[in-house]
């Protein structure tokens, strides 16, 4: 059995000494034409197992590519020889080659120029009638800001008077909240940060409804179970406020992603901070607009800071407009205290997303001039006199006053009668609010489960049992 084992081995590696040495011979006869072809290509052997065509053809991909790399040191050898590529035909468009060592600079030493309309003192830059504003539209935008305004004055002080809890205002981002909602439809889609209460103005909130919802009591849409400032409205496309930073933005490219599949002419906005910016929700969801083509507007507030952070300790790039470039989405940085300048703004970008099926990057240089909310004094880590310089010289609501003025649809006895009126109307619906009793106990479980689950009622139960034992500490208006 040994032996003959040994004879059928001895056997094979023979043959396969024969096979090797019969395909060294071949290899050997189309040397020459290897060498002075343009461009190498497997052999075609035939006549012979299987294994010797595949192995052939192996080696002559292997040694063409050894050629090719030899060929590049001896080009002047020969004429016939391909020139060397300039560029690369690579998945996503072609890259061109260049010998020189260049890294992409990190300077910030030109830095993207900022839109503007509107000069400090309320005079136009470019022809008005580019613009396509009416009388009608300017004052409309003008009352809105007057109005957002003194809203939050009156609702900052209701919470230092303790009768609403917290509170967060826009001062100095008037023109952002209004300037932009003029320019949208009703069927776009909101997605909000927490700084943009004046969209909500625009779309028809009411002053009681605001009011409702600071005091949380059952009127309120969230039945009581958000803070202050997380507004919501089904009815005007308003998605309700989270104070969680950037996760509304991955949210509003889903939706619009959705917009696109059901051939909607609309789109969705989302509104976020320079801080927002720096999440991962927010590269996430850029890039993922870019690529699927959704139609949605990224609207950045870039204000300076973030609470207490400054935006030098947040990046080193050029602010957030240049972000869209790396992802390949159109981008504009805009004065955000011009409110002509956002309106243009976002007016045509709302037409590229739609028409053009692209998401679009919206970067508004402002101020917060106010504290980033009752919970937060910014004179702690601002200068004083910065705030100031901001609230006086460039606010965006005496600007655009400045500017209504100057057309002759508007005048102090206006003004006056009209900061008077909102006044008023605040005044009464927040005597309005605190009257209206709590949401019931029963609110805080449902709109959740269709049956609530065992672990549910018996919170509740729970809750019922503590409230029962220690009514004193309750308020009497939260109906059991």
């Given at each position: ?84 590529r300039q560029e690369l035909d690579f ?340 005597q309005a609010a605190e009257r209206v ?16 689950p065992k672990n549910l009622s018996e ?22």
């Amino acid at each position: 059995m040994a032996s003959s084992y040994l004879s059928k081995s001895k056997h094979m590696i023979m043959q396969s000494l024969k096979s090797k040495k019969v395909l060294m011979s071949i290899i050997m006869r189309h040397t020459s034409f290897v060498t002075n072809s343009q461009f190498c290509r497997p052999f075609h052997i035939q006549n012979y197992a299987d294994s010797s065509v595949a192995l052939s053809r192996s080696f002559g991909s292997i040694y063409c590519e050894r050629r090719l790399h030899t060929a590049t040191s001896v080009s002047n050898k020969s004429s016939t020889e391909a020139p060397s590529r300039q560029e690369l035909d690579f998945p996503g468009g072609k890259v061109k080659f260049t010998p020189k060592l260049i890294f992409t600079s990190s300077s910030n030493n030109e830095r993207t120029r900022c839109y503007r309309v509107l000069d400090e003192d309320g005079q136009l830059l470019i022809d008005s009638d580019s613009l396509n504003i009416t009388k009608e539209l300017a004052v409309n935008m003008y009352t809105n800001m007057v109005t957002l305004q003194v809203m939050d004055t009156i609702f900052y002080e209701a919470q230092r008077q303790g009768r609403i809890s917290f509170y967060l205002t826009t001062i100095g981002e008037e023109a952002i909240n209004i300037a932009s909602a003029a320019a949208l439809n009703i069927n776009d889609f909101i997605f909000p940060q927490y700084r943009e209460p004046g969209v909500l103005l625009w779309r028809g909130f009411s002053l009681q409804e605001f009011a409702n919802q600071v005091f949380g009591n059952k009127y309120d849409y969230g039945k009581g179970r958000q803070m202050p400032i997380h507004y919501g409205s089904k009815k005007l496309n308003y998605i309700t406020v989270a104070s969680t930073v950037a996760t509304q933005i991955p949210h509003a490219v889903g939706a619009a992603y959705s917009m696109k599949m059901d051939k909607q002419y609309s789109c969705t906005v989302t509104y976020f901070g320079d801080g927002g910016s720096s999440t991962g929700d927010f590269h996430a969801a850029l890039n993922f607009a870019a690529v699927m083509e959704a139609p949605v507007i990224f609207f950045c507030r870039n204000n300076g800071w973030a609470i207490s952070t400054p935006i030098n300790d947040q990046l080193r790039s050029d602010g957030i407009v240049v972000r869209g470039k790396a992802y390949g989405v159109p981008s504009i940085r805009v004065d955000g205290n011009d409110a002509l300048a956002v309106y243009s703004a976002v007016n045509d970008a709302r037409k590229m997303a739609i028409e053009q099926q692209t998401p679009v990057l919206i970067e508004a240089l402002t101020y917060r001039a106010g504290h980033h909310s009752t919970s937060d004094d910014s004179t702690k880590y601002r200068p004083v006199d910065e705030i100031e310089w901001w609230r006086a010289d460039q606010n965006p609501v005496t600007r655009f006053r400045k500017w209504i003025e100057t057309k002759g649809w508007w005048s102090d006895e206006t003004e006056s009668e009209h900061r008077s009126n909102i006044r008023k109307q605040l005044s009464q619906a927040i005597q309005a609010a605190e009257r209206v009793e709590k949401p019931p106990v029963a609110d805080m479980f449902n709109d959740v489960y269709d049956v609530p689950p065992k672990n549910l009622s018996e919170q509740e139960a729970l809750l019922r049992k503590t409230i029962k034992k220690h009514i004193h500490e309750y308020q009497s208006d939260v109906p059991m």
